[in-house]
């Protein structure tokens, strides 16, 4: 996925009139922009992908306010909506079976043996994972395997 991409889904969401689609988007070209003028260059895949998942988390944070707030419904409704709108557009996170085996072989290949490891243990798994796992579901997966 690159900006292009994004650009494309826009013109797709304008034309098809949805404009909750159409607004997040717009929100993560927005992000994207940003980051390009900061870095002077063109964003590879995978900031284009940081990007988009800092908007999701930004409207997921958003969301939650709204729930506790209780006020608004609809808008309550659209953000949930383009909460799921951007879990689309990013790869399915490694879970189960998979992110175990990745545990396994991080420890295996680095010889980690004590809980004081766990830190770098879960950085290593995270980048392995392209930063696409639950933090949480490692820390736990590597307490588990560390005395």
Same mark, same amino acid.
């Given at each position: ?6 650009? *494309?889904?826009?013109? @797709?969401?304008?034309?098809?009139? !949805? ?11 927005? $992000?994207?922009?940003?980051? $390009? ?9 995978? $900031? ?10 930004? @409207?997921?944070?958003?969301?939650? &306010? ?13 953000? &949930? ?15 189960? !079976?998979?992110?175990? *085996? /990745? ?13 004081? $490891? @766990?830190?770098?243990? /879960? ?7 392209? &930063? ?16």
């Amino acid at each position: 996925m690159d900006k292009e991409f994004i650009v *494309a889904e826009i013109t @797709t969401a304008m034309r098809a009139h !949805d404009k909750p689609r159409l607004s997040i988007l717009r929100q993560v070209k927005n $992000e994207i922009d940003i980051k $390009e003028k900061d870095a002077g260059r063109a964003l590879a895949e995978a $900031e284009v992908v940081a990007a988009v998942k800092r908007v999701m988390k930004q @409207t997921a944070e958003t969301l939650e &306010g709204s729930i506790k707030a209780g006020t608004n419904e609809e808008r309550t409704a659209l953000l &949930g909506e383009q909460v799921a709108i951007l879990a689309g557009y990013l790869p399915a996170p490694v879970t189960g !079976d998979a992110l175990s *085996a /990745i545990v396994a072989r991080v420890l295996e290949d680095n010889g980690f043996s004590e809980k004081r $490891e @766990t830190g770098r243990v /879960i950085a290593l798994v995270t980048e392995a994972c392209g &930063g696409n796992c639950d933090k949480a579901e490692v820390a736990r997966l590597v307490g588990t395997k560390l005395s």
